[in-house]
């Protein structure tokens, strides 16, 4: 789908497959048969029904498990909000494709299949705190680029990100849907300093200012204050709703890129699952915004999708259980 305006985005952002009621109720009344006393696999089971309601059904798969990593650059570099010069961006989509960066390792134990889809890493978005990041066009762009990576066969779905500066405007992002002071979004992402946080925090209350008339709009917020591959995640994650792929959500960056689709509708994110917490400042607080509890909490902020391809090894678990314990008919295990 290649969307043409905000109001065409939005329309696709309100109307949303509300995931299949009878799929989960028949995979937890699954597993309240199988040989375990109920509940005693806490959250796997909860995966399960998870797995059921928005693959659409009862008895889910995980046969195409895919990773998408989207890539762009960021004008707003130019204010010293990074550790590491913009030109990272395009040498790390060259190590991903060269195979050695730690989202392909991930990805490899992990069963799925991995793609980088770079979103013109040579140009570089508006740095915010001084124009636009990307007027309606190009925005649109990237967010069908997203929508577009989304294979209609896939059983499960990640979304990472590569972008110098990103992590600054995953926190203006967060501010602008979220409120509170800027400091309590910023981390120190790649690595910056005492004063690259000052930077930072600056930068994004210079955008919230410029940007003002955007705020009550999450389209506008995500296109005034954002990234190409950020726009590209929020139009991946609506396309997996489309086409019954469930998502999880990776670190703070990817989970920012989503939020959007929330402030658009309710019951947006509904469909995701957060795969960690990150280390990078934000994430936490984020996270509970979106009333969202994560699988883990390995102190990871490295991005590229390696949290939610390291829950990939979750699920599998839960759907193994779910699908290859017996009962306890076909046991003959007694039950209490």
């Known amino acids: 789908m290649s969307f043409k305006s905000f109001d065409e985005l939005r329309a696709a952002c309100t109307n949303l497959w509300p995931g299949d009621e009878v799929a989960a109720k028949a995979a937890l009344a699954r597993q309240d048969t199988l040989t375990k006393p109920q509940g005693s696999l806490g959250r796997l089971e909860e995966i399960a029904a998870w797995l059921a309601r928005w693959q659409g059904r009862a008895m889910p798969k ?18 010293g909000v990074s550790a590491f010069p913009a ?6 989509v060259a190590n991903f494709a060269a195979g050695g960066a730690a989202i392909n ?19 570089p978005t508006g740095d915010f705190t001084q124009e636009t990041a ?29 972008g110098i500066g990103n992590t600054t405007t995953a926190a203006a992002i967060a501010a602008a849907l979220f409120g509170g002071e800027p400091a309590k979004w910023v981390g120190r992402g790649t690595g910056v300093d005492d004063a690259g946080l000052k930077r930072k925090a600056a930068a994004i209350e210079k955008g919230l200012a410029l940007h003002k008339a955007a705020l009550g709009d999450p389209l506008r917020i995500a296109a005034a204050l954002g990234g190409r591959e950020l726009a590209a995640i929020m139009g991946a994650t609506l396309a997996a709703r489309h086409k019954k792929v469930p998502v999880l959500l990776d670190g703070f960056v990817c989970t920012a890129a989503a939020a959007p689709l929330l402030g658009l509708d309710p019951a947006g994110l509904a469909h995701a699952l957060a795969g960690h917490v990150s280390a990078e400042a934000g994430h936490r607080g984020l996270l509970a915004a979106l009333g969202l509890a994560p699988l883990f909490d390995l102190g990871m902020r490295l991005g590229e999708g390696s949290g ?28 209490g």
């Open 105 to 123: 390792q991930l990805a490899r134990a992990a069963g799925a299949e991995l793609s980088v889809v770079p979103l013109e890493v040579e140009r």
């Open 62 to 79: 995980l046969d195409k498990v895919q990773v998408v990593v989207f890539a762009g650059s960021h004008g707003v570099t130019a204010q």
């Open 87 to 92: 030109e990272v961006t395009h040498q790390m």
């Open 134 to 162: 990307m007027d309606e066009a190009d925005f649109l762009k990237a967010v069908s680029a997203g929508y577009a990576a989304v294979a209609e066969d896939a059983d499960l779905a990640c979304f990472g990100e590569m």
């Open 308 to 335: 939610a391809c390291l829950a990939v090894n979750v699920v599998r678990s839960a759907l193994a259980c779910h699908t290859g314990m017996a009962s306890f008919a076909e046991a003959g295990v007694s039950q």
